[in-house]
């Protein structure tokens, strides 16, 4: 039961452009959710987080959107650089019940 | 200075083998984690713990058992190794405020062989 789904499990972007990673969820308790990054032998890194009260929440070229009538969430970065590129996860939390539950990641590669 | 550190980083073992995998943060935080990420990459909680207490147990064989010395430190041991248990775990912590999220290890790869 994939309660968060990433449904593209890759994305190849020109540096310069603007990089979408979406990310789609079932569970309707879910009232928090986060991007995390990842590169090659290192942990998930925290990137950007979005509660359910806002639409949009903004970090320097980093931006999530959320659409809660559609279960959708999509993180957005612009201008894309080289070192974006990594695997990105998404994940979301309800109040309470102390974990994150994780899509299964999109790999973005940004081209020179 | 390492926030989340686990050792050892790679853990190549023969089946029935007993291991252990360790886990200390920094942060002072209160809750710590296991999560075990399979050959799909699939990121899949197994443990949580708050100040030493177990919290979440994810449907985990008995053969997987953590333990939380202090709240700093979440081990995991795991008993009779078999071939399905070849993954990547991670340890993370988080503090109470969800702002922040979990900050996670650099995981350990175990191939069981």
């Known amino acids: 039961d994939q309660q968060v789904k990433q449904n593209s499990p890759s994305l190849s972007v020109q540096e310069g452009r603007i990089s979408i990673l979406n990310c789609d969820y079932t569970n309707s308790m879910f009232d928090y959710f986060l991007w995390y990054k990842k590169y090659p032998a290192e942990g998930p890194t925290f990137l950007i987080s979005i509660s359910s009260i806002k639409d949009k929440n903004e970090d320097g070229r980093f931006t999530v959107f959320l659409n809660k009538s559609a279960k959708h969430l999509s993180l957005h970065i612009v201008p894309s650089q080289p070192g974006d590129s990594a695997v990105y996860f998404c994940?979301?939390?309800?109040?309470?019940?102390?974990?994150?539950?994780f899509g299964q990641g999109t790999r973005l590669t940004i081209n020179p | 200075d390492t926030a989340v550190s686990q050792t050892p980083k790679y853990l190549v073992t023969q089946m029935g083998n007993d291991k252990s995998i360790k886990c200390e943060q920094n942060l002072g935080h209160d809750t710590m984690y296991w999560y075990k990420q399979d050959s799909k990459k699939f990121l899949k909680i197994m443990f949580s713990y708050n100040n030493k207490e177990l919290i979440i147990n994810e449907t985990v064989p008995n053969r997987f058992s953590p333990k939380s010395p202090d709240k700093a430190h979440l081990n995991l041991h795991i008993n009779s190794l078999e071939l399905g248990d070849s993954a990547v775990y991670f340890c993370?912590?988080?503090?109470?405020?969800?702002?922040?999220?979990?900050?996670f290890g650099s995981g350990t790869r175990l191939t069981v062989v």
């Open positions: 994940a979301a939390s309800s109040r309470g019940a102390q974990k994150l539950v």
């Open positions: 993370a912590s988080s503090p109470p405020d969800r702002d922040y999220g979990y900050t």
